[in-house]
Nanobody
Framework: QVQLVESGGGLVEPGGSLRLSCAAS????????MGWYRQAPGKQRELVAI???????NYADSVKDRFTASRDNAKNTVYLQMNSLKLEDPAVYYC??????????WGKGTLVTVSS
C-alpha cells in the first residue's frame, strides 16, 4: 500500500515557475515507477511525465523542455519542476506510483492555475 500526497500547486503568471512535490508513504519507494498526470476541466487525465526507478524521465510533447521530473529516494519524494508555464497548463496535477504491473496508486492532486 502506497499513499501519495501532492503539494506545491498554486497561482502563477504565464512564464512563471512552480515546483510540485509528491511525498510517498510505504516501503520500497525506489522500486516504483512514478508518474505525473494532469486533468483540466472537461478533459481527460493525461500523462505529463514518467520517471523510472533509475530516474529516466519521459515527457509529453506539450511539456518537453519546460518541465523536469526528478526523484529523491532517500526522501520518498518525486518532484515536477515546471518552468515557462503557459495558459494551457492549468489543471489538477496528480502523482502516480506503480510497481511493475501492479495496482497503480494515485494522490488526490494539487491545483495549478496560470493567469495574468
Amino acid at each position: 500500500q502506497v499513499q501519495l500526497v501532492e503539494s506545491g500547486g498554486g497561482l502563477v503568471e504565464p512564464g512563471g515557475s512552480l515546483r510540485l512535490s509528491c511525498a510517498a508513504s510505504g516501503s520500497d519507494f525506489n522500486y516504483y515507477t512514478m508518474g505525473w498526470y494532469r486533468q483540466a476541466p472537461g478533459k481527460q487525465r493525461e500523462l505529463v511525465a514518467i520517471l523510472t526507478t533509475v530516474s529516466t524521465a519521459n515527457y509529453a510533447d506539450s511539456v518537453k523542455d519546460r518541465f523536469t521530473a526528478s526523484r529523491d529516494n532517500a526522501k520518498n519524494t518525486v518532484y515536477l519542476q515546471m518552468n515557462s508555464l503557459k495558459l494551457e497548463d492549468p489543471a489538477v496535477y496528480y502523482c502516480n506510483a506503480r510497481r511493475g504491473y501492479g495496482v497503480p496508486y494515485w494522490g488526490k492532486g494539487t491545483l495549478v492555475t496560470v493567469s495574468s
